[in-house]
């Protein structure tokens, strides 16, 4: 009995038909499109031009669904996302509708706040976006005198001694009692109040810069400009929770509500924090009175 002959024809059309698949397949995902990117390092709040970015070919596989395809499109669009050198310019980090921006990147249970900040509670302008900060909160007394219908919850009565008149009972003579303890100085305190803040914003004019050996006219008027604006004091925009948090123990405040008094009313100073960021448990945080370190310090004094 002898073997049929396989015809080739088969194997070639069923080849030819695998080729165009694949060919296809590819063709979809590895096509090359181009697509608009950041040339330079761009800042937040920067209005593109054609000179801070370029068009670079990528697989078309690889291109977002709102990715700019055009050098035109960008050009006098605000960036509100920074970009590195090669970073895609899409719609999402353009500052033209309400979801662009910081809205994007902010997670669920946390908004956006600016802060006043200058060269000294800025950490002289070496923050940066996407570090993390503690806040030391800073309140005087004197806050209280200057601010009493605004800052104490109720207004303060008036004493006043009742009039004598000649008629008017004579009042009993008060019990001596013991001198109570001395309270606490009244004086201004200090204390650790939100840690592990992240940094979304820095201006930058306020932002520590070099200038390098041999800089340029421009780049020489540039660096004045930066280091009068940053003793101006500038703002920058942080990342806040909403969960209350315990400032002291027992004793829970909203961290939005608690920064924009301290902003308002009191001092507010930045500590940069290490990569890993910084555990402190509240019972550990001690708050200072200035009132009772000086008194400390002069006893000292006095015992040397």
Known sequence: MQN??????????LAII?????IALLNGVVRPVQVVVARVPISPGTLLTKD?????????GGKPADALTKVEDADGKMVAVGRASGDLIVQSVLGEIAGAGLPAELPEGN???AIHVDLASGVAGLLRA????????MVSPDLIKENPNTVL???IPEFS????????PMLPTPEPTATPTPAPPSAPLARLAITGLKVLMVPQPFRYEEVPAGASEEQLFASARTSAASQDGSVIVVQVPTTAVEV??????????LLAALDQYGLIHLALEPVNGVSLDVSDAVTLNMGELYEEMNEYRKKE
């Open 4 to 13: 049929k002959k396989r015809s080739p024809f088969t194997a070639i059309v």
């Open 18 to 22: 695998i080729g165009v698949l694949v």
């Open 52 to 60: 801070l970015v370029e068009l670079r070919t990528i697989p078309a």
């Open 111 to 113: 908004i956006a706040m």
């Open 130 to 137: 996407g570090q993390t900060v503690t806040v030391i909160g």
């Open 153 to 155: 919850p109720a207004a």
């Open 161 to 168: 001694s009742p009039a004598l008149t000649p008629n008017a």
């Open 248 to 257: 002291t123990p027992g004793f829970k405040v909203d961290p939005p509500t």
